[in-house]
């Protein structure tokens, strides 16, 4: 599993029109690429948007700087919107980008590496977990037999490994 950092931007409150506008069904949404972007309304209807890049700190306005363009291409009408929080955090991805799950021990399961999926795919996992703790195996089966792909020295070359994917996949995603 390799450590991959996602940030995210959250803008002041939208006018109801302005929520109309960009997203008037109030869906969760993300694309298709490899370095993804992904954006929902708040309960309070601000829109948060998050992505990935590089940088590997937390200063809030950096992080702000580096995603308001992107999200920009997207909904250009949000140019004069303000901006009020910038945060980031640490995700695990599996090499296969399948999520981990298996036992330790009889009494000891695990499930891990949801690969920046982890809003739509820690549901299933949390349910699929509660069904293996009351004693039906057959999702959590189908998972545990998919063995992690190992990466000979991922451990110590990890941030090298992860600055060269991120680079690999964004020129994917451009193409």
């Given amino acids: 599993m390799f450590p991959v950092n996602s940030f995210i931007i959250g ?7 302005l929520v109309n506008e960009i997203n008037s069904e109030d869906l969760a949404v993300c ?22 890049f590089t940088y590997f700190g937390s200063d809030p306005e950096v992080i702000k700087k580096t995603l308001i363009p992107r999200l ?32 330790l021990a009889p009494n000891i399961i695990y499930s891990q590496g949801y690969s920046g999926h982890g ?4 549901h299933l996992a949390g349910q699929i977990m509660a069904d293996t703790v009351g004693g039906t195996l057959e999702r959590f089966d189908v998972f545990a037999n998919i063995k992690p792909t190992w990466i000979p020295g991922q451990h110590i070359f990890r941030n090298q490994m ?7 996949y964004k020129l994917v995603d451009r193409l």
Avoid: C, H
């Fill in 72 to 103: 920009l291409k997207i909904y250009p009408q949000l140019a004069n919107t303000k901006f009020d929080f910038g945060w980031g955090g640490t995700i695990g991805v599996t090499a296969n980008r399948v999520p981990q799950m298996g036992k």
């Fill in 31 to 52: 694309d298709p690429n490899y370095i993804l972007e992904y954006f929902r309304l708040s309960a309070d209807k601000r829109l948060l948007f998050g992505g990935r």
């Fill in 11 to 17: 803008s002041e409150p939208l006018s109801d029109a």
């Fill in 162 to 168: 992860v600055a060269l994917g991120m680079m690999y």
């Fill in 119 to 122: 809003v739509n795919v820690t």
